[in-house]
């Protein structure tokens, strides 16, 4: 099974201030032949289901606003958040669906400060 | 709209089984995989399995190998998982969400979740 490990597990950032969350996979999610990564990001909030950020590692997803953004190949992915607002309070989980059993980062939780 | 509808919140005694239902609608339910995800209680999210709902294909986590089974009703465009011999471990919120099959990839990421249903297993 692929591992993802995200990094921190917990952040607190200003408001208007960026947030960087970080996901290494324990193998390559890039897949040649259509030299995409085969990674995305979810945001949840309490009481909720996950919600798409980000697909193909830096696709946003339709309606995401564009102050998130995703970056990286390989084993290692960025999640920028670039001027936190107060509804990005969230827990924040990176997934990779490369291969089967999907699996998910453990999650980081985003706070303001 | 495009929507995944599940099921409501259950309490189960251990040993028992517990069946979901997740159905679709807004889009064409044999077009799609579906997946079974299951959160824990200030745990990761974490995969059960999938269902292919166009031939009925299905695979499923190790983890619960021998417990879980995925259907689905392809007339009702409603996908179903049951879960058995149940223990307090298995206490948590379960969703389904759907993967887009077909196109340039042989996988896709899951773009539509249903809200979710509670599982609260005690004796």
């Known amino acids: 099974d692929i591992v993802m490990t995200q990094s921190p597990d917990s952040l607190a950032v200003s408001l208007g201030e960026r947030a960087t969350i970080n996901c290494k996979s324990s193998?390559?999610?890039?897949?040649?032949?259509?030299?995409?990564?085969?990674l995305a990001w979810f945001q949840q909030k309490p009481g909720q289901p996950p919600k798409l950020l980000i697909y193909?590692?830096?696709t946003r997803e339709s309606g995401v606003p564009d102050r998130f953004s995703g970056s990286g190949s390989g084993t290692d992915f960025t999640l920028t958040i670039s001027s936190l607002q107060a509804e990005d309070v969230a827990v924040y989980y990176c997934?990779?669906?490369?291969?089967?059993?999907?699996?998910f980062g453990q999650g980081t939780k985003v706070e303001i400060k | 709209q495009v929507q995944l509808v599940q099921s409501g919140a259950e309490v189960k005694k251990p040993g028992a089984s517990v069946k979901f239902s997740c159905k679709a609608s807004?889009?064409?339910?044999?077009?799609?995989?579906v997946h079974w995800v299951r959160q824990a209680p200030g745990q990761r999210l974490e995969w059960m399995g999938w269902?292919?709902?166009?031939?009925?294909?299905?695979r499923y986590s190790q983890q619960f190998q021998g417990r879980v089974t995925i259907t689905r009703d392809t007339s009702a465009s409603t996908a179903y998982m049951e879960l058995s011999s149940l223990r307090s471990e298995d206490t948590a919120v379960y969703y389904c969400?759907?993967?887009?099959?077909?196109?340039?990839?042989?996988?896709?990421?899951?773009?539509?979740w249903g809200k979710g249903t509670t599982v609260t297993v005690s004796s």
């Open positions: 969400a759907r993967e887009f099959q077909g196109g340039d990839h042989y996988y896709y990421y899951m773009d539509v």
């Open positions: 997934q990779q669906y490369y291969s089967t059993p999907r699996t």
């Open positions: 193998q390559s999610l890039f897949y040649s032949p259509t030299k995409t990564n085969y």
């Open positions: 807004g889009f064409t339910f044999t077009t799609y995989a």
């Open positions: 269902i292919k709902p166009g031939n009925g294909d299905t």
């Open positions: 193909w590692a830096s």
